[in-house]
Every structure is written in structure tokens, then in C-alpha cells.
């Protein structure tokens, strides 16, 4: 029993009743248990559970919109409400889109994740990863007094418990001026509260944060933080420590925007101070913002944007 029209049928099928947010285990149709490895004894209330888990782990594999929408019609993210109706209102507010494009995101999340639960491939957590990023957005303002900028991280959790999450910040030795602590501002707009700052290295600093509430695995949480340094090397760019599905990066210049600057796509580290490793070229726009989008980050390469002189740094 199964095959990805099998599964898609009974994914719609669980969206327009009640969601597994309010969701009976008589809910869930034969293929998803099967799909999901629910043995025929098990209780009620752990087939709801074991479904859940199972499909929030095949959804880390679509793209983040996909996600968002697959998660919240299935009510595994988002109001925890029976009404179809209401679960799509919070995708389109989720994904700033109208509620026609909200349903159309959920209906290719709901076929990439059907196409997922039919490939049979592995989808167990790495046990060695605490939690993952899932999106990782970067506003980043250099016509202010300061460089400043916003970071808001879409997290997954992927420890059985997580209380406390570990936030990498590594800026260049060029950013620091003297004290570290003067050098770098850090204000938690929200997700949790900050409650240590290690300097790891010369380089990197270490945030603890603690989330409102323990996360269980799977579960998706969003970080917003403000960053200010005093100066920064000409590039911002991300340097995964694990696993990051999306990066999206702006940079503002304003009136004093550069004529092009370079897109670093997958660059050895060390090749950040090499001058001459400038990427592709981009223009800013007639605001004097440049914009970048990244896929699939690989742990330890640098993806973001350089320009001639300026001000710049580095998230990972």
C-alpha cells in the first residue's frame, strides 16, 4: 500500500478535515501510517504523534516556502484550529503573500512531500546536530552611524530536548577596534533570551539563547536579533557551522552605493582576504540596495556579497 498519489490523497485529505493539530488517529489514512512506520497496535494518541514527527522531518527537505505552507495546513505549525480556511490565512501571512498564492504553495508542498514519503529515503535526524537552520534572513544597513543589522534565523530543533541554543557569530579580525564588547552590540528583539556571550575565539563569539519555551524536535522556531559594529571588513557573508537550507541576504548602501559589487557563491574562507576573489558582479538598485539569495549551504564555504571599501562582516 502506498506510492505518492496514495499519500498526496490522504494529505489533502487530513488538511480539509481538522489538521493533526486536532487531528483523530481514525484520521489518518492506512498509506501515511505505513509511510510513517506506525505499527497497527499502536495507541491513539502516539499514531498522531509519530505522523507528526515523521512528516516534519521529510518537510526539512522542501524549499521554505513549501515548508511553511505544507506545515501549516497540516496544522503542524502555525493556529492550532480545525478550520482549513484559517490555517491558509496564517501561510499567506507567514509567506507575505496573498491567500490564492498560499494555496498554491500548499499544494506543491503537500506533492514534494508526498514525493518524498514514496522515495524512501532516510529522513532520520543526525543525532550529533542540535538544530539546524532552516532560513536564515540578513538586513544589513551600512548608511547608518554605525553598520547595523537585523538577523532573523528559522531554526528546527533536532535534539529530543533543546532549552538553550548556541548562535555562532564571527566577525573579522579587521571589525574589532579593542574591546570586543564595545566592538559589537547585540539587542534580542525576539525568541528567547540572551543569557551568555562567550568569545570562542579571536574571531568568533558565541551567543546562548534561551527560547520562551523547551523545543522538541522538529519544532520550528524563529530568532530576531540587532547587530551593531563599530567597523567592519568589505564583505558580509555566512559561514555554516551545520546545515542551513536558505540564506537571503540585502545590503544597503544608500547615496553612497559602489558602482558593482561581487556575489560570493561557495568560497573557501580563507579567500575572503584575497582581494582579488571579487564574484559576480551585481548592481545596486536606484536605492542603493543589493540582494542575494542562497540554497543549500554547505558547512564551512562562504556565500554573501563584497564591494570595493566599505563596511562588512560575517554570520555563520
Known amino acids: 500500500m502506498g506510492g505518492a498519489e496514495s499519500y498526496l490523497d490522504e494529505l489533502k485529505q487530513l488538511c480539509k478535515n481538522r489538521g493533526l493539530c486536532v487531528a483523530r488517529a481514525g484520521e489518518i489514512g492506512a498509506a501515511l501510517r505505513a509511510a510513517c512506520g506506525v505499527n497497527p497496535g499502536t495507541l491513539s494518541a502516539d499514531v498522531v504523534r509519530e505522523v507528526g514527527e515523521v512528516l516534519r522531518r521529510q518537510t526539512q527537505e522542501l524549499g521554505w516556502e513549501q515548508r511553511v505552507a505544507a506545515l501549516g495546513a497540516l496544522g503542524l505549525d502555525g493556529p492550532q484550529t480545525q478550520f482549513l480556511k484559517d490555517r491558509e490565512d496564517w501561510v499567506a501571512a507567514r509567506l507575505e503573500r496573498n491567500v490564492r498564492t498560499a494555496r498554491r504553495r500548499v499544494r506543491e508542498g503537500l506533492a514534494e512531500l508526498a514525493s518524498l514519503l514514496d522515495s524512501d529515503r532516510p529522513s ?120 542551513c537550507a536558505e540564506f537571503d541576504l540585502t545590503i544597503r548602501f544608500g547615496e553612497r552605493s559602489p558602482a558593482a559589487v561581487g556575489l560570493l557563491r561557495k568560497v573557501f574562507q580563507d579567500d575572503l582576504r584575497d582581494a582579488t576573489v571579487t564574484g559576480e558582479p551585481l548592481r545596486p538598485d536606484a536605492a542603493g540596495e543589493v540582494r542575494a539569495n542562497f540554497r543549500g549551504l554547505e558547512p564551512g564555504f562562504a556565500y554573501g556579497i563584497r564591494w570595493p571599501a566599505a563596511s562588512s562582516g560575517q554570520v555563520g
Open 124 to 243: 532520520a535526524p543526525d543525532s550529533s546536530v542540535a538544530w539546524r537552520t532552516e532560513r536564515l534572513r540578513v538586513l544589513l544597513a551600512l548608511d547608518q552611524p554605525q553598520a547595523e543589522m537585523f538577523v532573523f534565523r528559522h531554526v528546527i530543533a533536532e535534539a529530543e530536548l533543546l532549552e538553550e541554543l548556541e548562535l555562532p557569530i564571527t566577525l573579522t579580525a579587521e571589525s574589532f577596534s579593542g574591546s570586543r564588547d564595545n566592538d559589537m552590540s547585540v539587542d534580542v528583539f525576539s525568541g528567547g533570551t540572551l543569557v551568555r556571550r562567550t568569545q570562542e575565539t579571536s574571531e568568533r563569539v558565541s551567543l546562548a539563547l534561551r527560547p520562551p519555551k523547551t523545543l522538541y524536535r522538529g519544532d520550528l522556531h524563529e530568532i530576531a536579533l540587532r547587530l551593531r559594529v563599530s567597523r567592519m571588513a568589505p564583505f558580509y557573508v555566512c559561514v555554516p557551522k551545520g546545515p
